[in-house]
Structures are given as structure tokens and as C-alpha cells.
């Protein structure tokens, strides 16, 4: 930067030594000034630039996206049919020349089934005051009704626990399908002892009209006193 302004003051000072000898000439020679040239310089005036004026962009108004209406497919669930009990019933019993099938459920069992069904469940009830009875039935047939005669059993006296007939109990049950099974109580009005039971069953399947009431119990004390028997009869009328 310094070396630059030092050589631009070297070419001033010639520059002012040379117009002062060319003056020194001008004196000792006249010469007829020469008319200064007016030389004009037309330039052009600037065209006025035309600036392109830009399009006006039209707005786009927002399209507001309609929402298409989700229609929900109903699922349809198919129920499979439940399948058809077993045949012949496990654990039950026929006697020969019969078609029921018969079977005293055990108290575990009857708890389970009294648990799972709340119409049987109340027609128990009175069970924990009256000796009763329950069995399992079916038949290969359709009945219009159902009977079953028992004994209720007692003990002789407060110190003999022998088994002795203390009345007949009569019960009837409603119709039933073929291969239907059904739970029968066997209800009587006897107060209920230790060592009580029903027993000595006859079991019948009716396919003729309802000539009794259904269901009903009718118990009937102190009858001459039945063979015992843990067998139970079977009569299809």
C-alpha cells in the first residue's frame, strides 16, 4: 500500500514539468487559437424499461376433503350347533328287556349339577329340611311323562340304626325327547334323620296321556313295610 501512493506522486510532478515548458513556446511563437470544437455528444435517452408486470396468480381456494362415511360390516358369528350327548349316557344303567337308562348321581356330582342349574338348584331346597331323593334318566324313546315310586327309609329308633319303611313316595316328571336326559327329586314330607335315604325305585316311561298331574310328589306315611331292595324297576306303558 505504501510503495503505490509513492510512485502516483513521481508521475504528478512530471506531469506539471511538461505544461511548464510548453508555455515557455507559447510566448515566443504566436499562433492563431484554434476555435474550440464543440463536438455534441447526443445520447440517447434511456428508453423507459418495461418491466414485465406479473400475472396475478389466482387463488386456489382449499377444497375442504369430504370424509366418506365408514359403514362398519356387521360380523355375522356363526353358533355351531352343540353336539348331540352321548349314547348310551356313561354310567348309567339298564335293566333287561328295557329301554331306560337310569343312574343315582353321587353328592359330588349332584352339587355340580345343582351349582350349574338355578331351576333345580331351588326345587331342592327344601331337601335340607325333608328326606328326598334324586335320579338321572333317559330313554331310547320319547316319553308324554315320567313316574317314579319309592320307600323312604329310616332308623328304627334313636339307638338302632336298622333301615326301616317309614312311607311310599309317588313323584311324576314332565315329557322327554328321545335319548333326553332329565333330573327327577323325589320329594317327601318325612323330616329329614341321620341314616335316611329313598330307595327300592320303579321307574316308568309313559307314551300314552298325562292322566296325573306333572310333576308332583304325593308321600303317604306308614305303609306296610316293602322288601328292601337297592334295585330299581323299570315299567315302559
Not at 515566443?28 to 414485465?52: D, E
Request: aromatic share 6%; with cysteine.
Amino acid at each position: 500500500m505504501e510503495s503505490r501512493i509513492k510512485g502516483r506522486g513521481l508521475s504528478i510532478i512530471v506531469a506539471v514539468a511538461m505544461i511548464a515548458s510548453t508555455g515557455s513556446a507559447l510566448a515566443a511563437t504566436t499562433k492563431p487559437t484554434p476555435k474550440p470544437v464543440v463536438k455534441t455528444t447526443v445520447k440517447s435517452s434511456p428508453q423507459p424499461s418495461t418491466k414485465a408486470k406479473p400475472k396475478a396468480t389466482p387463488t386456489k381456494k382449499k377444497t375442504t376433503p369430504t370424509k366418506k362415511k365408514t359403514v362398519s360390516k356387521r360380523k355375522v358369528v356363526q353358533v355351531k350347533p352343540s353336539p348331540s350327548p352321548k349314547w348310551p349316557p356313561t354310567g348309567f344303567k339298564i335293566p333287561p328287556n328295557s329301554d331306560i337308562y337310569y343312574r343315582i348321581p353321587t353328592g359330588t356330582e349332584l352339587l355340580g349339577e345343582l351349582s350349574a342349574a338355578a331351576t333345580l338348584s331351588n326345587q331342592f331346597k327344601p331337601c335340607a329340611e325333608f328326606a328326598c331323593g334324586v335320579v338321572k334318566v333317559a330313554s331310547i324313546k320319547a316319553c308324554t311323562w315320567w313316574s317314579v315310586d319309592s320307600v323312604v327309609y329310616g332308623p328304627l329308633s334313636a339307638t338302632d340304626s336298622s333301615p326301616v319303611p317309614y312311607g311310599n313316595l309317588h313323584t311324576t316328571a314332565k315329557a322327554t325327547k328321545a335319548k333326553q336326559v332329565i333330573t327327577i327329586i323325589m320329594m317327601s314330607t318325612e323330616q329329614l334323620k341321620k341314616n335316611m335315604y329313598v330307595g327300592k325305585l320303579g321307574i316308568n316311561c309313559y307314551h300314552s296321556p298325562v292322566t296325573e298331574k306333572v310333576p308332583a310328589n304325593v308321600y303317604t306315611i306308614n305303609t306296610p313295610t316293602p322288601t328292601p331292595s337297592d334295585t330299581p324297576t323299570t315299567n315302559t306303558n
